[in-house]
């Protein structure tokens, strides 16, 4: 076996440099902030005010025709609605699109595992392509999101219109974007799905936006139980 099919191919989050150069600590996986060194104060901003994550490594999988099998643990389809259980032991996230597509999101193994798991449903006659490279999620998490949310996104995105689980589509910041409200610890948090190459952008234009409302950049750590 050469040098090169014994290497690793490594995930990267199109934000590392940017997390590098503020010391974040990234996760065993790939490139994406756990921390940029005060968990408590993360979690503070969490609780308190928003804070914003670039959240990864995830495998995505563009999924059409055919569904994912509806009995647990697999989590079942619903249009516009997140639904959640497990494939292959790792929790997973059904996101129901349209009536006719929908995208499978759970946490990367490693950097094959989105592949290999198409290969495998696409064997099973579900029509399943590994687009874990094309997106990039940014979370908007606490109880001021909405407020964030709603001066770079033209959609309702009251708690009657969209309720936590719930998926809606428009231009934020105009780039086109997939939101999922997906609540963390009892407060409001959005998921934001946009093109790879976006993603600078969009993280500069929340930042920017959200500081007359405390925003801060989060990791993963400050979305977690303590």
Do not use: C, K, N
């Given at each position: ?87 292959d032991g790792r929790a997973a996230q059904l996101w129901g699109l349209t009536s006719e ?126």
């Amino acid at each position: 076996m050469s040098a090169l099919e014994r290497a690793a191919p490594i995930r990267r989050s199109p934000l590392a440099e940017w997390h590098r150069r503020r010391g974040s600590r990234s996760v065993a996986t790939g490139e994406w902030p756990v921390t940029y060194g005060d968990v408590h104060r993360e979690r503070r901003t969490v609780r308190e005010r928003v804070g914003l994550l670039d959240a990864g490594p995830f495998d995505r999988l563009a999924l059409a025709g055919a569904r994912l099998a509806a009995a647990p643990p697999a989590p079942p389809f619903a249009v516009a609605r997140v639904t959640d259980g497990s494939v292959d032991g790792r929790a997973a996230q059904l996101w129901g699109l349209t009536s006719e597509s929908s995208l499978l999101v759970l946490p990367g193994a490693d950097a094959r595992s989105a592949g290999a798991l198409a290969a495998r449903l696409d064997a099973q006659g579900i029509r399943a392509t590994d687009v874990s490279s094309y997106y990039a999620t940014l979370v908007l998490a606490g109880p001021r999101a909405r407020d964030v949310l709603e001066e770079v996104f033209p959609v309702d995105v009251s708690e009657r219109a969209v309720p936590d689980r719930a998926v809606v589509f428009g231009p934020l910041a105009r780039v086109t974007a997939t939101v999922a409200r997906l609540d963390v610890r009892s407060s409001p948090a959005f998921s934001v799905m946009i093109e790879r190459d976006h993603a600078d952008y969009v993280w500069d234009a929340l930042l920017r936006i959200g500081e007359r409302h405390g925003i801060e950049p989060v990791g993963a750590a400050a979305v977690t139980e303590d």
